[in-house]
C-alpha cells in the first residue's frame, strides 16, 4: 500500500509517501499560505495528491478541530481563514477517487506515539505538544477520547490564571498564553527586547545569561502547573511531550526535578517522556488509520 500523508500547520505544510511498512520513503515540506483560505489549502493538497501515481490512500492531519468520522473540521482559528466546516474528507474524495482519512493534528501524533512510538504498548497515556499554542489528545482505554463534538483534549485553553491574558480563543488566562514556546519567546523579547526564537533561547550565548535563564525557568514552571492539572484529572500512567522546543534537555530534566515534589502520592508513578518521533508522529498516526480503512 501507498499512502500519501500530510500534516498542515498555520505555516507549513508537511507530507510524505509512506509505504506498507510505515516508513517515510519521501518528504516534502511547503508554505501553507494560510492567508488565502481553507478552499485554496485543500485544493493545493489535492494537486499534490494528483502529482503522485499510484496513491492506495490519502492521510490527513491538520489544525483544527476535527470530526474524523466524517473529515470535516469542526472548528479552526483564523490562522486559516475560512477553514471551519470544511468537509476535507469529501472534497479529496471526489476530486481523486482515493480513499482519505482526517485527524487532528495532535490526535495524530498521539496515534503516532502509540502505534510506534514512545507509547507503544501504553493503552492510557496523554500527548501535549507545546509550539505557538499548547494542543492535547487523550488516550484512554486504547482509543482517542474525541468529546461530544470532537473536540475534546483542547487543554491549551484551561483556565491556569484567571482574569489572565488575552487568548485567541476570546478567553483570559488560557494555560498558552503563559506555557507555550510562543509564550516564552515573547517574555525572552519583553525583557531582552530581542527577537530569539525558541532554538536561539537555548544557545549557549544565550541561554547562560541569567535573566534569560530566569525566564526559561519561570516558563517551565507554568508548564508544570498545566501538567499537574492533567495528570490530577486523568491519572495517566504516561505523558508524552512534544514540540520543538520540548527537544531541550534541560527543559525536560527541570520538570522531572521539580513535579514529582508537587504531586499528592497516588499520582507520582505518572512517567513524563518526549515523544520519540517528533515531526513524523502525525504523519505516521494518521498513515495507519489510512491504511485500516
Known sequence: ???????????????????????????????????????????????IVESYDGIDRVAISTAGQVDSDNGIVVHSTNNIPYYTGMMVKSLIENKTGITTFVENDVNAAALGEAYFGAAKGE?????????????????????????????????????????????????????????????LIMSIKRITGEDLNGFQIFEKENFEKPEIRSEVDKWID?????????????????IVLGGGILN??????????????????????????????????????????????
Open 248 to 293: 531541550e534537555d534541560y527543559i525536560i530534566d527541570l520538570i522531572d526535578r521539580k513535579i514529582y515534589n508537587k504531586l499528592m502520592e497516588p499520582f507520582k508513578n505518572v512517567n513524563i517522556v518526549r515523544s520519540r518521533l517528533g515531526n513524523q508522529a502525525a504523519l505516521l498516526g494518521v498513515a495507519y488509520k489510512a491504511s485500516q480503512l
Open 222 to 238: 507554568e508548564i508544570i502547573v498545566g501538567l499537574i492539572n492533567i495528570i490530577y484529572t486523568f491519572n495517566p500512567p504516561l
Open 123 to 183: 493503552d492510557n497515556f496523554i500527548c501535549l505538544t507545546y509550539g505557538t499554542g499548547i494542543g492535547g489528545a487523550i488516550y484512554l482505554d486504547g482509543k482517542l477520547l474525541k468529546g461530544s463534538r470532537s473536540s475534546a483534549g483542547e487543554v491549551g485553553h484551561m483556565i491556569t490564571h484567571a482574569g489572565g491574558k488575552q487568548c485567541t480563543c476570546g478567553g483570559e488566562g488560557c494555560y498558552e498564553c503563559y506555557a507555550s514556546a510562543k509564550a
Open 1 to 47: 500500500m501507498k499512502i500519501i500523508a500530510f500534516d498542515i500547520g498555520g505555516t507549513f505544510i508537511k507530507y510524505g509517501i509512506i509505504n506498507e511498512s510505515f516508513e517515510i520513503t519521501e518528504s516534502h515540506t511547503v508554505p501553507t499560505d494560510a492567508q488565502k483560505g481553507g478552499q485554496a489549502l485543500i485544493e493545493r493538497v489535492i494537486n
